[in-house]
């Protein structure tokens, strides 16, 4: 993937994934910390949301299932609320768990199950929760593991892999000082309390989580591409290769895409099957599927172009230079469907940071009128057309896009 350093948002990244120290036995929620600015949201908060929530996008029976806490191994990044209806999964929420983050609502999904659940059923094995903390670790950008054995010592990640507890450790490691700095900036410059005092904010704040707080509270217009409703993508770990599976997000993103217009826009030769498109997309592009190296996006458009045009098809592409929203509403609304890299930062086992990305598909969006903005997209670890992510989110460093046209 193209990386592209965006460093005025390296701390909103790191702010993001580290937050109070936590307790992985999990059960009453986390407590206020000191100073004022290092408040994090409590379960009853996540409770309070998401019940206002249901009242806003629901009012069909479903309710709360339960509120999990997201680590980074020492800190409550946030929170994922899922919610059931007649005892089957129906959606859920991602929280942030900072108190004064100016969007506390970082991803949605209408269906579906929620983060861990999902790990669950990738997994494929029994995990016993009696023995198991039920807590989701965060390692990266939409990266999250499990642990599945009974002391906690083995891992199971969104990209169906399994690692130690000192490789999760590794991965979830931040910068505290950073976080720190990062939150005391935060309070005196972002938010509209700067100016206040310790007692008036506490006042401002009162209200967390009613309907004037929360961006999404008000109306909307929205955007779902031709058919895409009708169409579940395919998950990572469905995409068999020799030896195991594929993990990768980028060729599941291009298979996505490909499939879409084979099964619901009427391209029917560009492949045989779903794993057909998928190899193909392997193979031209050349990438090494065993190797340490995800796909890069161009990589991907160019194998997509060459399946396209032999199947006696016209590819087009439009790369956004400047990522803009209005470059993804623009072609979202003329019903094309866009090849979306969202980037952040991860600290490997020698301390450096790297900028890593994830490769999804945007095929909606929802744009509120409070100015909150959402993509609705196909991620490779979800099998679900109907989650949303936050566009502005600061644990991104950038968001790219590439609009994919078939035509006859």
Not at 345 to 355: M, R, V
Request: one cysteine or more; glycine letters at 8%.
């Amino acid at each position: 993937m193209k990386k592209r350093k965006r460093l005025t948002k390296l701390i909103s990244f790191i702010l993001s994934l580290s937050l109070i120290t936590m307790s992985l036995s999990f059960s009453a929620g986390a407590k206020a910390a000191a100073p004022d600015e290092s408040r994090i949201v409590s379960v009853s908060d996540c409770e309070r949301l998401g019940n206002y929530w249901l009242d806003l996008n629901y009012n069909d029976g479903t309710i709360i299932d339960e509120v999990l806490p997201i680590t980074d191994g020492e800190m409550i990044c946030s929170y994922c609320v899922s919610f059931i209806k007649d005892g089957f999964p129906n959606g859920y929420i991602v929280i942030d768990s900072d108190w004064y983050a100016t969007n506390n609502i970082l991803e949605f999904c209408f269906s579906g199950t929620g983060i861990y659940e999902t790990l669950c059923e990738n997994y494929g094995k029994d995990v016993d929760e009696k023995n198991v903390d039920k807590v989701i670790y965060v390692t990266g950008l939409f990266d999250y593991a499990i642990p599945v054995n009974s002391d906690n010592t083995v891992f199971y990640n969104s990209t169906n892999k399994l690692f130690d507890k000192q490789s999760v450790e590794v991965q979830c490691n931040r910068i505290k000082e950073i976080r720190k700095e990062s939150k005391k900036l935060q309070a005196e410059s972002v938010h509209a309390c700067a100016g206040l005092s310790d007692s008036d904010k506490e006042s401002f704040y009162g209200g967390f989580f009613v309907s004037a707080t929360i961006p999404t509270s008000g109306g909307y217009t929205s955007k779902t591409i031709t058919n895409a409703l009708s169409f579940i993508p395919t998950v990572m770990s469905e995409y068999c290769v020799t030896g195991g599976f594929n993990g990768n997000c980028t060729p599941t993103a291009a298979a996505n895409i490909l499939n879409y217009y084979r099964e619901r826009r009427g391209f029917a030769n560009i492949g045989t099957s779903r794993q057909d498109v998928y190899d193909r997309i392997v193979s031209v592009s050349g990438w090494n599927q065993y190797g340490e190296s995800g796909m890069s996006a161009s990589e991907a458009k160019k194998a997509m172009k060459k399946i396209v045009e032999n199947a006696k098809y016209v590819f087009s592409d439009t790369t956004y230079l400047f990522d803009l929203w209005s470059d993804w509403t623009r072609d979202l609304d003329n019903n094309y469907p866009v090849l979306t890299s969202v980037y952040g930062y991860k600290q490997d086992s020698t301390g450096s940071w790297t900028e890593v990305g994830h490769a999804i598909v945007a095929v909606g969006y929802r744009e509120y009128n409070s100015g909150a903005k959402y993509l609705r997209v196909w991620d490779g670890w979800n099998a679900t057309n109907n989650k949303y992510i936050w566009f502005d989110s600061d644990y991104f460093t950038s968001v790219d896009g590439v609009c994919i046209k078939v035509t006859n």
